[in-house]
């Protein structure tokens, strides 16, 4: 049998990418192309368990009723979301405290062109994604001083975005662990274009090369006095 061809005709069933719902007949077609690629997956499992997956996934949508190639398009283009971890050879306490002044973040994210503070827990971002400007207002969700510390965008903002960063203490406490989580939805459809080219991979692959120059900087820079006030605490 034919696998290409078969998978080809599986999605052939499904003649509009922009339509999230399938119908009776497109359900049926999709689902039963799906089982048979699970089928014939699952016999060479060694060598077919991708296809199995794919299988798997399209019977699903299409018991579900849903167009997989909407999802599919339809979450590219307008969702973004990454999470990623470096060791920084710098104490917790000097790693938290810049990254809680915000406006440090442009310094080593370039796709962010300026980030102000308008208080202690509100703040106005730019950023550029493939060219596209977008601003929103965003604001601290959480603080723990020296553990983590939480954002989002502000209700009506035209991209949703929120953030996390985790500070753990490495090597014997002389390194920290920085785990970081960020999502972008696009909300108006102005940045859909930027979404769209900027596929899950690639934005993981800049926010790590931002990363990493975030541990030169930190690596590079004289030790810091510390801070007498402390930001927040939960």
């Known amino acids: 049998m034919n696998v290409k061809k078969q998978t080809t005709e599986v999605l052939q069933k499904v003649q509009e990418p922009s339509k999230e719902n399938l119908n009776t007949y497109e359900r049926i077609g999709v689902a039963s192309g799906g089982a048979l690629l699970s089928y014939i997956g699952i016999k ?10 794919i299988g798997g996934a399209l019977a699903i949508a299409g018991i579900a009723g849903k167009n997989p190639l909407y999802l599919v398009n339809n979450r590219s283009k ?24 915000l406006e440090n973040l442009p310094t080593f994210m370039k796709h962010l062109k300026e980030v102000r503070e308008l208080n202690d827990k509100k703040s106005h971002w730019k950023a550029e994604l493939e060219g596209v400007d977008i601003e929103w207002d965003a604001e601290i969700t959480r603080d723990i001083q020296g553990q983590r510390i939480g954002w989002r965008s502000l ?21 920290t662990q920085l785990t970081v989580t960020l999502e972008y939805a696009d909300q108006t459809g102005k940045i859909a274009k930027a979404f769209a080219s ?29 801070k007498t006030q402390p930001h927040g605490h939960g």
């Open 78 to 101: 307008k969702h973004l979301k990454v999470k990623t971890s470096i060791l920084i050879n710098k104490e917790k306490g000097e790693v938290y405290d810049f990254w809680r002044k």
């Open 44 to 53: 060479n499992m060694r060598r077919g368990w991708p296809l199995a997956v």
């Open 155 to 175: 209700p009506g903002s035209e991209v949703q975005t929120t953030g996390q960063v985790e500070f753990r203490d490495a090597a014997g406490n002389k390194a």
């Open 198 to 226: 900027m596929y899950h991979p690639v934005f993981k692959d800049q926010i790590e090369d931002e990363l990493n120059e975030c541990k030169r900087i930190l690596e590079t820079r004289k030790v810091q006095e510390p």
